[in-house]
């Protein structure tokens, strides 16, 4: 088809004349709606990108071995995921006071971890409660 017939062809349906194939002998052309095609194109780009969400996991300073067995299987499934990981430990009343108790229950899951975590902050205290953030390797 001579170049213009499809621009009479296009206008007439109200779309554009878009080249897509210039190498070609002769160029190859499409009649298309180019602003939706770009759109497409930028949706099909972001949706390329893996959104990373914030999982948290609430602890206490005393734990039970047992539940704290538990939370780090919540903890291993978020990261395998590829999630981020808050652990928070919350404090009660004079709980406070023995900061140490509750060093320990991070150190642990800092080792549980190390081989598949980094640990992007580190144990902080925040007012009442005990903050730390992990992301997979």
Known sequence: ?????????????????VEVAPAA?????KIMDYGKYRYQQGKKNTAKHKTI?????KVRPQI???????KMNHLKRFLEHGDKAKITMMFRGREI???????????RITEEFSETANIE??????????TMVLVPK
């Open 121 to 130: 902050q580190a144990p902080k205290m925040e007012g009442n409660r005990m």
């Open 1 to 17: 088809m001579d170049i213009r017939s499809a621009l009479k062809l296009a206008s007439e349906n109200d779309l554009d004349l």
């Open 64 to 70: 039970n071995e047992h539940d704290l067995l538990f």
């Open 53 to 57: 969400s914030l999982k948290e996991i």
């Open 97 to 107: 006071v023995h900061a140490s108790i509750a060093q320990k229950v991070f150190r």
């Open 25 to 29: 002998q002769p160029p190859v052309c």
